[in-house]
């Protein structure tokens, strides 16, 4: 009985010092983030401290939580309290760079084509951005885990020394804020077709995990922009090919006729891509804004007038002005991305 007692005793102390450790890694990790973030994304102290309250509360927030993560080993309760009361601090700020209103969310950086010194810059942003949230969400739920009455318990041991109600907490919080913030969206930007084109179509093989798209958009002046891709899914990043021309005297007469009286389409309206999810799939996008109403029509059509398929095949067979290679990227890993955006 005595050595039942002495080893349950000796359980619940080193369940006590996992604790700890964990919340003071979590804790410190979590001021560390914040504070980096600041320092790469503002100015410090520019003018009157008054005028610098939405920098001066996060940092605050922070250093809480970096004297939390000591004093966590001597003081718990007080330590955790001042855990808790530096992560509401920040929360505020935080709240608006994770989850801006009029921006895009920051997984969406993740998306941005190329390999200019910006686009890395803006990765390093996200990822800061990420982290420390999910840092915070962490912080906010050890702090308050911890700070429950040791007459709460699981599996015989107190509640406040359990690691994985947070732990599966935070998880979730991430895996949902991913999902939701990637899909549908292709890149991070608000509307890339401010010049619309006159006619647009977008041609998406899928042969298992390959797909192969072709995008073509023919202006009103005769230029026409191709881009082509061989990409798979659960693939992050892949190259593709983008070219610009003009069109031939006979393809430029094809293309005003059918702007100017457009084919019926047989097809179903979408409203947002779906990928295909059969094995197999052949699809067509049709988009063409004609002289009636100037409303454009867009279309998932199964089967293509022959003098749109004809513009389509002949175009990307013309002389090509400028071509070049680019990284695309999808956070999504092919299951969100939009070729039709």
């Given at each position: 009985?005595?050595?039942?007692?002495?080893?349950?005793?000796?359980?619940?102390?080193?369940?006590?010092?996992?604790?700890?450790?964990?919340?003071?890694?979590?804790?410190?990790?979590?001021?560390?983030?914040?504070?980096?973030?600041?320092?790469?994304?503002?100015?410090?102290?520019?003018?009157?401290?008054?005028?610098?309250?939405?920098?001066?509360?996060?940092?605050?927030?922070?250093?809480?939580?970096?004297?939390?993560?000591?004093?966590?080993?001597?003081?718990?309760?007080?330590?955790?309290?001042?855990?808790?009361?530096?992560?509401?601090?920040?929360?505020?700020?935080?709240?608006?760079?994770?989850?801006?209103?009029?921006?895009?969310?920051?997984?969406?950086?993740?998306?941005?084509?190329?390999?200019?010194?910006?686009?890395?810059?803006?990765?390093?942003?996200?990822?800061?951005?990420?982290?420390?949230?999910?840092?915070?969400?962490?912080?906010?739920?050890?702090?308050?885990?911890?700070?429950?009455?040791?007459?709460?318990?699981?599996?015989?041991?107190?509640?406040?020394?359990?690691?994985?109600?947070?732990?599966?907490?935070?998880?979730?919080?991430?895996?949902?804020?991913?999902?939701?913030?990637?899909?549908?969206?292709?890149?991070?930007?608000?509307?890339?077709?401010?010049?619309?084109?006159?006619?647009?179509?977008?041609?998406?093989?899928?042969?298992?995990?390959?797909?192969?798209?072709?995008?073509?958009?023919?202006?009103?002046?005769?230029?026409?922009?191709?881009?082509?891709?061989?990409?798979?899914?659960?693939?992050?990043?892949?190259?593709?090919?983008?070219?610009?021309?003009?069109?031939?005297?006979?393809?430029?007469?094809?293309?005003?006729?059918?702007a100017n009286s457009p084919p019926e389409l047989?097809?179903?309206?979408?409203?947002?891509?779906?990928?295909?999810?059969?094995?197999?799939?052949?699809?067509?996008?049709?988009?063409?804004?004609?002289?009636?109403?100037?409303?454009?029509?867009?279309?998932?059509?199964?089967?293509?007038?022959?003098?749109?398929?004809?513009?389509?095949?002949?175009?990307?067979?013309?002389?090509?002005?400028?071509?070049?290679?680019?990284?695309?990227?999808?956070?999504?890993?092919?299951?969100?991305?939009d070729p039709t955006y």
């Amino acid at each position: 009985m005595l050595w039942t007692e002495a080893a349950c005793s000796k359980q619940m102390i080193a369940a006590k010092r996992r604790s700890e450790i964990l919340a003071a890694t979590i804790y410190l990790s979590a001021a560390l983030f914040m504070l980096l973030y600041l320092r790469l994304y503002f100015y410090w102290i520019r003018d009157m401290w008054a005028d610098n309250l939405q920098e001066i509360v996060p940092l605050l927030g922070a250093a809480m939580l970096l004297v939390s993560s000591i004093r966590v080993f001597m003081v718990r309760r007080f330590a955790d309290v001042i855990a808790l009361a530096g992560a509401i601090l920040a929360w505020p700020y935080f709240r608006l760079a994770a989850f801006p209103r009029y921006t895009f969310s920051p997984w969406l950086a993740f998306n941005l084509p190329g390999e200019s010194s910006e686009i890395r810059s803006a990765f390093l942003v996200s990822t800061l951005v990420i982290l420390t949230t999910s840092l915070m969400v962490a912080a906010t739920a050890y702090s308050v885990l911890r700070l429950t009455p040791r007459t709460w318990s699981s599996g015989g041991l107190p509640l406040r020394d359990r690691a994985w109600p947070a732990s599966v907490l935070t998880f979730l919080f991430t895996v949902v804020w991913y999902f939701s913030a990637v899909t549908p969206y292709q890149i991070p930007i608000f509307d890339i077709h401010q010049n619309l084109p006159y006619i647009s179509m977008v041609h998406v093989e899928k042969h298992g995990l390959q797909l192969h798209e072709t995008s073509l958009a023919i202006y009103r002046d005769g230029q026409f922009y191709l881009a082509q891709n061989e990409r798979r899914l659960f693939q992050y990043s892949f190259r593709r090919t983008l070219a610009t021309g003009v069109l031939t005297e006979d393809c430029f007469q094809l293309f005003h006729d059918l702007a100017n009286s457009p084919p019926e389409l047989n097809g179903s309206d979408v409203s947002s891509y779906v990928p295909p999810k059969t094995w197999n799939a052949d699809r067509w996008f049709v988009f063409i804004q004609g002289k009636a109403g100037r409303k454009p029509i867009k279309k998932d059509v199964s089967v293509v007038p022959e003098q749109l398929l004809g513009l389509f095949q002949n175009a990307q067979k013309l002389p090509q002005e400028r071509t070049r290679l680019e990284t695309a990227r999808d956070a999504c890993l092919g299951f969100c991305y939009d070729p039709t955006y």
